[in-house]
C-alpha cells in the first residue's frame, strides 16, 4: 500500500488557470523546468492513482486571502467524499473567524487543515499560528505546514525550522506535519532543530534536491516512524519518490511505516 500525504487539486473550472499562475511564480523565482505533470483536477489525480499504485491520496488546499475558506471547505467535503481521496480543509490565520471555521472543518468530517505560511505571510512561531495549532490540538485536527523555503515566493522564510521548534514549546506538535522533510532547502536546519522532535516530516518535492546520504541520516535520526510518504502532485509524478525511496537501503518495516503505516495511523484507517 502507497498513502500519497500532500497533494494539490483545484475545482475544474479555475484548475487550469492556477497552475499557470503557480508556474509563473516558480519560473520567475526558481527554476524554468518545473512543472505540473499532470492536471491538478481531480479527475486527473485518480488516473494519476491508478497509474502509480497509488492507494490513497491526501489534498491540501491552501486560503490564500481572508475570504477563501468557506468555498475551500465546501470543496474539500465534497473532494473527502471520494473513494481514495481524503481533502483537508484550510483557512487564513488573518481572517476573524478562525476559530468557527476549525469547528466547520471539524464538523465536516475533515481529518486536517493546510496552512501555507509563505502564501499566508504568518510567522509559524506568532500569537496568530499558536493559538489556530492549540484549537487543532483541542478538536485532534492535523496540521499540515508548508516548512522552508517555496520556489515560487521571495523571502523572508516563514517557516524556518528554529521557528518551528520554538512553536512546539507551546503545543505538542504530535499531529503537526512539517512539509518537504521539514524545510525545503533547509536541511542542515531540519536536523538541528527538528530531528528527535514529535512532529511528522513528508516528502512532498525533496528526493531530487536533497543529499541522498543526508536523506537517509534525517529518517534514521528522526525515526521512519515520523516520515510520511509525500510528492506535492501535480508538481512531481506520484510514483517517483516511491521508486527512489526504494533504492535507500531502509528495511522493509521503514519502508512500510513511510509508504502507508504512518498515514493509517494519522487518518485513523482501521
Request: proline share 4%; with cysteine; hydrophobic share 40%.
Amino acid at each position: 500500500m502507497i498513502i500519497d500525504f500532500h497533494t494539490h487539486i483545484f475545482p475544474d473550472k479555475i484548475a487550469e488557470r492556477a497552475v499557470a499562475s503557480l508556474e509563473s511564480n516558480i519560473h520567475n523565482r526558481f527554476r524554468d523546468d518545473v512543472r505540473a505533470v499532470i492536471p491538478a483536477t481531480l479527475t486527473a489525480l485518480k488516473e494519476s492513482m491508478a497509474e502509480n499504485n497509488i492507494d490513497y491520496s491526501v489534498i491540501m488546499p491552501i486560503a490564500t486571502n481572508t475570504h477563501q475558506s468557506a468555498s475551500i471547505n465546501s470543496f474539500a467535503k465534497i473532494v473527502n467524499e471520494t473513494d481514495g481521496l481524503f481533502s483537508f480543509g484550510s483557512l487564513h490565520p488573518a481572517q476573524e473567524d478562525w476559530e468557527s471555521v476549525l469547528y466547520d472543518i471539524k464538523e465536516k468530517g475533515l481529518k486536517g487543515i493546510k496552512l501555507h505560511p509563505e502564501y499566508q505571510k504568518f510567522y509559524v512561531d506568532s500569537p496568530e499560528a499558536l493559538r489556530i495549532f492549540k484549537k487543532c490540538e483541542e478538536l485532534d485536527l492535523i496540521v499540515l505546514l508548508h516548512a522552508g523555503k517555496d520556489h515560487g515566493t521571495d523571502p523572508p522564510v516563514h517557516c524556518e525550522p528554529e521557528r518551528l521548534r520554538r512553536a512546539l514549546d507551546y503545543v505538542s506538535g504530535e499531529k503537526i506535519v512539517a512539509g518537504h522533510l521539514g524545510g525545503w532547502d533547509m536541511w542542515d536546519d531540519v536536523e538541528k532543530y527538528l530531528v528527535g522532535t514529535p512532529v511528522y516530516l513528508d516528502t512532498a518535492f525533496t528526493v531530487d534536491f536533497i543529499d541522498k546520504e543526508q536523506l537517509v541520516r534525517i529518517i534514521k535520526n528522526h525515526g521512519s516512524e515520523k516520515i510520511l510518504y509525500a510528492t506535492d502532485s501535480p508538481w512531481e509524478k506520484q510514483s517517483h519518490a516511491a521508486e527512489y525511496i526504494k533504492t535507500l537501503g531502509l528495511s522493509a518495516e521503514e519502508t512500510d511505516n513511510i509508504f502507508y503505516k504512518n498515514a493509517q495511523k494519522l487518518l485513523n484507517l482501521y
